[in-house]
Every structure is written in structure tokens, then in C-alpha cells.
């Protein structure tokens, strides 16, 4: 059985009185993790996902975030992952 891995960047713009609230949003999303910015309050985030709509799921989902100005997709890589039998 065959699958893919998704490995996409974000950076998010995010007002900085709530960038600790978007940063917790962020990271109770499966697969997803903040990398630094807070103090800028542009946050770069990746994530890790099994399929291409699980990407644009999880970006929508941040950008509903209270706080967030923009999401933008900076990077998107995928190719197929072959499980062990």
C-alpha cells in the first residue's frame, strides 16, 4: 500500500496582541508547527499532512484564526511514501 507525504511552509501574519492565541491555535492542529516569529507577529509554520486537501484544510483553519491578517503558502512538496508489509 502506497501513500503520500505533504510538506508545506507557511508564514502567517498575525496581529500582535493575539499572537499567542493564533500560536496555540497553530499547534493544536495535527501536523503543524510554529517555528519562530512571534516577536514579529509573522509566524513561520510548517505542516505535515497525508494529502493535498488536508493542506488547504488546515490553511483555511488558520486563517479563520482570531488575529490572523494572512496565511501564505510559501513552500509545497509531496511525493509517494511506501509502508512496510
Known sequence: MSGE???SS???HSRSDRVQAIIEGIR???GAEVHGG???GK???TLETDTE???VERINT???LDGVLAAT???HHFEPVQERE
Open 62 to 64: 488558520i486563517q479563520l
Open 5 to 7: 507525504c505533504h510538506i
Open 38 to 40: 512571534a516577536d514579529t
Open 10 to 12: 507557511l508564514v502567517v
Open 28 to 30: 493544536s492542529l495535527e
Open 53 to 55: 486537501g488536508q493542506v
Open 43 to 45: 509566524l513561520i509554520v
Open 73 to 75: 503558502l510559501v513552500f
